[in-house]
């Protein structure tokens, strides 16, 4: 299991949230989840809800019976996986997005297999979290690579000042990706870059909408109802990254990133969207 994806905690924070419920001194317009996920929390064991909270990374585009992400389904309970082409997710064209098709309803079958084997067994039936990060712009945002219509990155989406346009690339995304399988998406980011330095190693570069707060809200929120209209409500939607990474002075990948602002400024630009 690769452990060094930085943008699974911030899912796994997520998931957690709704698992555990309001907590003390929570608003009172915290989310309530609907009856039929509450029943099926609530008919869990603790060792499957915390299972739940895991979403993990593997190698190679084949789950055979002896292989470790077959273990961590059948036996762990794991939430779900992200697919990397880093770690070798998907093979080279022209078979992509078949292979990648018949990958994502092989792990899902293992899911169903490992729940319905035993008879005896009380283990509640949660289909797998399959998630993705499909920036855009192609190599090295987008984890695949060929088979997809080509879409543009988010700061040239935010250059035309359009939010449909920002909907549309989102609804191709949402179509093109759940038709594959994947009901998670890792995006899009709603960092406001302020100040661009291409030379330091935080910079998001493309990665952004835009450096005005209003706008990046605008156009994330347009993005995001473009992937569920074109998943037809299939597709669950994290927005990243940890709020100020536009204006961090390092990459979180490598170590904690300071944002050094009063939490007025932060609630007025990195907070904002």
Aim: proline share 7%; no cysteine; hydrophobic share 40%.
């Amino acid at each position: 299991m690769n452990s060094k994806n930085p943008f699974r905690f911030l899912i796994l924070l997520t998931i957690l949230a709704s698992l555990l419920g309001p907590v003390a001194g929570a608003r009172a317009q915290t989310p309530v989840p609907p009856p039929q996920v509450q029943a099926l929390l609530n008919s869990m064991t603790p060792e499957e809800r915390v299972g739940q909270l895991f979403l993990v990374t593997f190698s190679g585009t084949i789950s055979l019976d002896e292989s470790q992400i077959n273990e961590l389904i059948s036996y762990r309970n794991v939430g779900g996986v992200i697919l990397l082409s880093e770690n070798d997710n998907f093979v080279a064209e022209p078979d992509t997005i078949a292979a990648a098709h018949r990958l994502i309803a092989e792990l899902q079958t293992i899911e169903w297999d490992a729940t319905n084997a035993d008879t005896s067994s009380s283990r509640v039936y949660a289909p797998l979290f399959v998630g993705i990060s499909q920036e855009g712009d192609g190599f090295p945002y987008d984890q695949i690579l060929g088979g997809m219509t080509p879409l543009p990155n988010e700061m040239a989406i935010g250059a035309t000042w359009k939010p449909e346009n920002a909907m549309q690339v989102g609804s191709v995304a949402g179509t093109e990706l759940s038709a594959i399988g994947f009901n998670l998406y890792l995006g899009p980011s709603l960092d406001v870059v302020e100040s661009p330095n291409p030379s330091a190693r935080s910079d998001l570069g493309t990665r952004a909408f835009g450096g005005d707060p209003y706008w990046v809200g605008e156009m994330g929120q347009a993005y995001i109802s473009g992937l569920h209209q074109g998943s037809n409500g299939r597709m669950i939607v994290v927005a990243k990254h940890f709020p100020g990474r536009g204006g961090s002075d390092r990459s979180p990948e490598e170590e904690v990133a300071t944002v050094r602002k009063s939490l007025e400024q932060l609630k007025q630009v990195e907070l904002f969207p």
